[in-house]
Nanobody, 128 residues
Framework: QVQLVESGGGLVQPGASLTLSCAASGLMLPALAIGWFRQAPGKEREGVSCMRGNDGSTLYADSVKGRFTISRDDAKKKVYLQMNSLNSEDTAVYYC?????????????????????WGQGTQVTVSA
């Protein structure tokens, strides 16, 4: 059974750091692209960061470049999102998602529409 479970969200002050974790079961991370997506109230879902399991290549949204880092631990079957210098615009529900590498495009592959497996999400709120 495929399951993605996020954890690590919470309420933090501006400028703080937070690390999200995604535990993957029923999946083999090296055969997948896995990513973090977020959706704030009234806004469209945004691809925050994605990683290809076969070569470790990554993509980041412009809004988080230099502040967020995606990583994974294949042995633990976990994917992480380290978030630094958080601000109010980072407030959203963060989702972990995965898709097969089969047929993945060479560009724009951090598009949530093509991801098949989703977690339930974890709330991140940045507020003073």
């Amino acid at each position: 059974q495929v399951q993605l479970v996020e954890s690590g969200g919470g309420l933090v002050q501006p400028g703080a750091s937070l690390t999200l974790s995604c535990a993957a079961s029923g999946l083999m991370l090296p055969a997948l692209a896995i990513g973090w997506f977020r959706q704030a109230p009234g806004k469209e879902r945004e691809g925050v960061s994605c990683m290809r399991g076969n070569d470790g290549s990554t993509l980041y949204a412009d809004s988080v470049k230099g502040r967020f880092t995606i990583s994974r631990d294949d042995a633990k079957k976990k994917v992480y999102l380290q978030m630094n210098s958080l601000n109010s615009e980072d407030t959203a529900v963060y989702y972990c998602a995965a898709r097969s590498l089969w047929g993945i495009p060479s560009t724009n592959w951090c598009n949530g529409d093509s991801y098949h497996y989703w977690g339930q999400g974890t709330q991140v709120t940045v507020s003073a």
